[in-house]
């Protein structure tokens, strides 16, 4: 995931289609490189998780080890439909740790778990969602850095 050596393969379009070398998506305008770059992402250990009391759409509170250098952090996923809480205590995440704090129901949701919306068909959402985790492969640690 490293375009330093400058060969020009990200997000210059090469070999890729009209509509994605326009930088455009489904989702909105397009990001560079230099956007994703900007994203601390990292792997976190779920230390606590339970139902979050009040938010608008079943969410789970979670608090994570995101490494020494970052210490624990609370975060809320929607997360109910695959995951039972209880099942989530000791396994590694991923994390965007570098957005601002956010209030979800009554919590400072700190960081944003990473997940992904399984596919309806067609394209369509079926509103659960997946978690991205580290592969187990290697020595992932919470506070590593995705790279």
């Known amino acids: 995931m490293n375009d330093s050596a400058g060969t020009g393969k990200w997000g210059s379009g090469e070999g890729a ?24 992402i990292r792997a976190a250990c779920v230390l606590a998780a339970e139902p979050l ?6 969410a789970l509170l979670l608090r994570l080890d995101c490494g020494p250098d970052l210490g624990e952090r609370v975060s809320t996923a ?6 039972e809480p209880a099942n989530l205590v000791g396994r590694l995440v991923l994390a965007v740790v570098n957005f601002p704090p956010r209030r979800v129901a009554s919590v400072k949701s700190e960081c944003l778990t990473l997940g992904v919306y399984n596919s309806g068909g067609a394209g369509r959402s079926d509103g659960a969602v997946t978690l991205i985790v580290p592969d187990g492969a290697g020595n992932v640690q919470p506070g590593d850095r995705l790279g």
């Open 17 to 40: 289609s009209d509509a994605a070398s326009s930088g455009e998506s489904a989702y909105g305008a397009g990001a560079t490189f230099e956007d994703f770059v900007k994203l601390d």
């Open 53 to 58: 009391a009040g938010a608008r759409k079943p």
């Open 78 to 83: 929607q997360l109910t439909e695959l995951y």
